[in-house]
């Protein structure tokens, strides 16, 4: 079993920055993808960024691509990711996933271990 609990959301204007964590217990995250998902209201939960297992690559969706970054401390066993330039459609509550696989996964319904989400709000 891995549990993640997500942290760091808040309440931003456009442009702000923020850096979300998402920290594992209960197993390493060496050899578990984890992705980034973002669900607004009245719409579908989204992937915004998966980082593979141990190999480091990452994948962003083409709307924060260039803006967000994810990483991942393996001796913190936390996964992170850093919103820069946030704009109010960014605004949404930030979900990170975990599934035991190698290399990088995009589907939300392929990921097994979910956290409690952070909610993101941008303000314009």
């Known amino acids: 079993q891995v549990q993640l609990v997500e942290s760091g959301g808040g309440l931003v204007q456009s442009g702000g920055s923020l850096r979300l964590s998402c920290a594992a217990s209960?197993?390493?995250?060496?050899?578990?993808?984890v992705g980034w998902f973002r669900q607004a209201p009245g719409k579908e939960r989204e992937v915004v960024s998966c980082?593979?297992?141990?190999?480091?690559?990452?994948y962003y969706a083409n709307s924060v691509k260039g803006r967000f970054t994810a990483s991942k401390d393996n001796a913190k066993n936390t996964v992170y990711l850093q919103m820069n330039a946030l704009k109010p459609e960014d605004t949404g509550v930030y979900y990170c996933?975990?599934?035991?696989?190698?290399?990088?996964?995009?589907?939300?319904?392929?990921?097994?271990?979910w956290g409690q989400g952070t909610q993101v709000t941008v303000s314009s």
């Open positions: 209960g197993s390493s995250l060496d050899y578990f993808a």
């Open positions: 996933a975990a599934v035991l696989y190698y290399g990088l996964v995009l589907t939300r319904e392929r990921f097994k271990y």
């Open positions: 980082i593979s297992s141990s190999d480091g690559y990452t």
